[in-house]
């Protein structure tokens, strides 16, 4: 069990970089895997992001591949996303979960656990 909340969201201008934090609570954080959604208005969930339990292995999307960084913190019980070279199509409420029981990194309905999610706006 874990309860997830996303920081760090705000207003950039294109080409900007901003830092998402999703702070988690719970004893057995490191038992999850972990990944970053986005959504934006009238479209479907995306997959942005995903860990591995140790953080060895990391996943992304081919859109944001080479501009966008997952890493986690197991001692902080924290996840971040580093997103730079920021583009208006990155608009979107991003939210990052938890996956205990899954195994597909790539798919939302394979996750366990959501947060409330955070906006991220990039102007042209």
């Known amino acids: 069990q874990v309860q997830l909340v996303e920081s760090g969201g705000g207003l950039v201008q294109a080409g900007g970089s901003l830092r998402l934090s999703c702070a988690a609570s719970?004893?057995?954080?490191?038992?999850?895997?972990m990944g970053w959604f986005r959504q934006a208005p009238g479209k479907e969930r995306e997959f942005v992001a995903a860990i591995r339990r140790s953080g060895i292995s990391t996943y992304y999307a081919d859109s944001v591949k080479g501009r966008f960084t997952i890493s986690r913190d197991n001692a902080k019980n924290t996840v971040y996303l580093q997103m730079n070279s920021l583009k208006p199509e990155d608009t979107a409420v991003y939210y990052c979960?938890?996956?205990?029981?899954?195994?597909?990194?790539?798919?939302?309905?394979?996750?366990?656990?959501w947060g409330q999610g955070t906006q991220v706006t990039v102007s042209s």
């Open positions: 979960a938890a996956q205990y029981s899954g195994s597909y990194l790539y798919n939302w309905r394979e996750y366990d656990y």
């Open positions: 719970g004893r057995t954080f490191s038992s999850y895997a």
